[in-house]
């Protein structure tokens, strides 16, 4: 892998966890402010999804990376 692949693939990866921490601070922010909308073990289901779907994302891109980009390239 080169150089350049290296560093895109880290930005990726550094984009892709702060994703994951918004995505998890949102969370935190809703349950906070609706306490009866969303049940702990809900709020602990959704955590372990959203984990599995980055996490997942991550391991596809460090495994691939090259396929990686040329699946989200555009986006």
């Known amino acids: 892998m080169n150089f350049q692949l290296e560093d895109k693939q880290d930005a990726e990866i550094n984009k892709l966890n702060y994703y994951f921490n918004i995505c998890n601070d949102a969370l935190n922010d809703f349950s906070a402010h609706h ?3 969303l049940a702990a073990y809900e709020k ?12 997942g994302e991550i391991d596809y891109l460090e495994r691939s990376p090259e396929d990686y980009f040329d699946l989200y390239e555009d986006e």
């Open 44 to 55: 602990e289901n959704i955590v372990t999804i959203l984990k599995r779907l980055f996490e």
């Open 35 to 37: 306490p009866y909308q």
